[in-house]
């Protein structure tokens, strides 16, 4: 258990929410209960242990995070390319390291098929949002300031409040009600929904901008407010997810504003 022991550990909501269900909590419990640092880190205890250590091993084995499925390995994506690195793993480990075997067959041991997937997905759904936000600042380029200081409170994890749309079970529920509908119950329903519910998110505050530029331009001091606000949650989500797939979220930015090549890079480590 010494990797379990003074590590910072950031989740994306596909990993709170199956922490959550694990524990048969909401995601608000969870994230009020066990999350630090803007509700996107896992709690560590006074002796550095990680919260979800019980009796002597980790109470929410089945459904640990990708990191602690990986270490000691890293992963790391650039584009559509996935590599491993081998990282030293810490003097205190018991484990046992050699050279037989290999990375796929580690990877499959540790069934992080399901984990890289929705990574992956997370990581393709802060792209999107990438270029919303930049379709926004390019329309009013004074909000450039309020956003890189969001997204960078989220990345260097100096939040205090959770960002409102990492809260799938919020933010489903939301979205929902909103339409008079049911809230799905199947773990993968709840999921798509959670990723739909941003996308659609994302995609109006595009069609919004392309449509009509930057709202602040108007009069209308209630759209121009609904639009900031919908600009801020974004900025606050990316800042999250680019916090936990540990990509450089204000370099995807400026290079979605100045049109640059994607810059599209994350990793996993604990
Ligand atoms: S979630 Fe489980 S495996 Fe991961 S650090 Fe915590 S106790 Fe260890």
Known sequence: MSCCHDAHIALTPYEILRLSRSLNLSTTEFIDRHLIEG????????????????????????????????????????????????FMPLPTTLGVYGEAGTVGDFLTEHRTAEFISNHDRYFAVLQRIIAAIAAAITSSPKLFPVVREIIERRTEFHAKTPARLMDVDVVVGDYCGSRGRACPREFDDVIDLHVTAIEEIAEDLRKGVARDGSPLDHDDGAASQRWQNQLADLSELAGALGAAADANVMLMLTSAIFGLPNQGRAGTSK
């Open 39 to 86: 509700g996107m880190v896992l709690r560590n205890l006074a002796d550095g242990g990680c919260c979800m250590l019980g009796d002597g091993s980790c109470r929410v084995y089945s459904d640990r995070p990708l990191v602690c499925r990986t270490y000691p390995l890293l992963r790391v994506v650039r584009g559509q390319a996935e590599s491993f690195a081998k």
